[in-house]
C-alpha cells in the first residue's frame, strides 16, 4: 500500500475502492493499493453468504410475518464493464395465520445488484430480483382442513446499505416491493422490511 506505507490483506474490491485489513506498517485511507500478483492470490472476485430477517408488510393483514431469507452472492469486479455489479440467488419464506387457516410464500429467485454510493464506509446499493413465488393455504372449516396452493412469477425491486464491521462480516438493511406477474396475488400487496448479515467466504 503506497509505497513502503504497510503491508494489508485485500478481502474485496468494488471498481477502484479495495476493502482491506492490515498486516502490518502504517495503512490509512486514500492509500493507493499495490498488489503483488508473485505472493498473493488476491482476485477482484469473490464470493459470500447473506443472511436476512425482518417483516412483511401486507395490506390486507394487520399481523406482520415474520420473514427469513437467504443469498450466495458473486461479484463480477473483475469484469471491465461489469464493475460493481453482483450476482445472487437465494430463497425467501414467511407464513401467516389468517381467517380460517394458514398461509405462507416460498420465494426462489436470482437478482443483479449494483453498489450506487459509499457514505462515510456505508455502501448504498440498488437491484432487482426475478423467481418464481409458491403459496400454500390450508382452510379448517367445521373440523375439515383444505388444503390448496399455488405459483406465480414475480419481479421485486429492492434498495438497501451494507457496512463492513470487519474482513469477514458485513451488516446493513433492506427493502424489497414484489410485483406478481399473474392474477393468483391480486388480493394483497406486499414489502418486505429486513435486516442483513453477510459473511465472505
Do not use: C, H
Not at 476493502?19 to 464470493?47: C, F, Q
Amino acid at each position: 500500500l503506497g509505497g513502503n506505507a504497510g503491508r494489508a490483506k485485500v478481502y474485496k474490491v468494488r471498481g477502484t475502492r479495495a476493502y482491506i485489513k492490515k498486516l502490518e506498517g502504517t495503512v490509512r485511507r486514500g492509500y493507493t493499493v499495490r498488489i503483488n500478483r508473485s505472493d498473493s492470490k488476491v482476485s477482484a472476485t469473490g464470493s459470500s453468504i447473506q443472511g436476512f430477517f425482518g417483516l412483511a408488510f401486507i395490506d390486507q393483514l394487520d399481523d406482520k410475518p415474520f420473514v427469513f431469507a437467504g443469498d450466495y452472492k458473486f461479484q463480477l469486479s473483475n469484469i471491465s464493464w461489469l464493475s460493481g455489479l453482483d450476482l445472487k440467488a437465494g430463497l425467501l419464506y414467511w407464513g401467516q395465520s389468517v381467517a380460517f387457516g394458514d398461509f405462507s410464500i416460498l420465494e426462489l429467485s436470482g437478482a443483479v445488484e449494483k453498489k450506487l454510493t459509499t457514505l462515510s464506509q456505508i455502501d448504498i446499493y440498488a437491484g432487482g430480483r426475478f423467481g418464481y413465488a409458491r403459496s400454500e393455504y390450508t382452510v379448517s372449516i367445521l373440523g375439515t382442513s383444505v388444503s390448496d396452493s399455488g405459483g406465480d412469477l414475480f419481479i421485486a425491486p429492492y434498495v438497501g446499505a451494507s457496512y463492513p464491521i470487519n474482513a469477514q462480516f458485513s451488516a446493513g438493511a433492506e427493502l424489497r416491493i414484489p410485483y406478481y406477474l399473474d392474477d393468483n396475488y391480486d388480493f394483497f400487496d406486499v414489502v418486505y422490511l429486513l435486516a442483513m448479515v453477510e459473511y465472505r467466504l
